[in-house]
């Protein structure tokens, strides 16, 4: 809603970046944002939405300015302009209601004993170019 490029800025720095473009694909890439941002090390994602895919049609199509086929186009540039704004609404909100859940997926939670912990920490004190003074376990 800030009207700049969010994927530009967002990509680099997480694991996944993706901007959905219908109603129905809410649900399915948000399963797997959480897929991908808990599977191997856990990090961040992002799922751009644009603002006209987390509001009803009807709302949608007033914003767009969509008439009903009760109020007939006055001239060709007008018919022009609802068949385009019809055609991206259909697009935008066709399938909606055959989305299912589904069951999220499992994933682990790597686990590192003390022995572990204490190896890197020996290695990171053992190289001059780290300064760990202070850490602690």
Known sequence: MQDIDQMSLMKPNVKWA????KVKDI???LEKAFAIAQEGVPGPVFVECPIDTLYNEELVREWYGAKSKEEPARNMQERII???INRHAKKLFEGKDNVQFNQPTSFSIPSHSSSDIDSVISKLKSDK?????????
């Open 129 to 137: 170019t780290v300064n760990v003074v202070g850490m602690k376990r």
């Open 27 to 29: 649900i399915p890439t």
């Open 82 to 84: 609802q068949w385009y």
């Open 18 to 21: 993706v901007s959905i473009s």
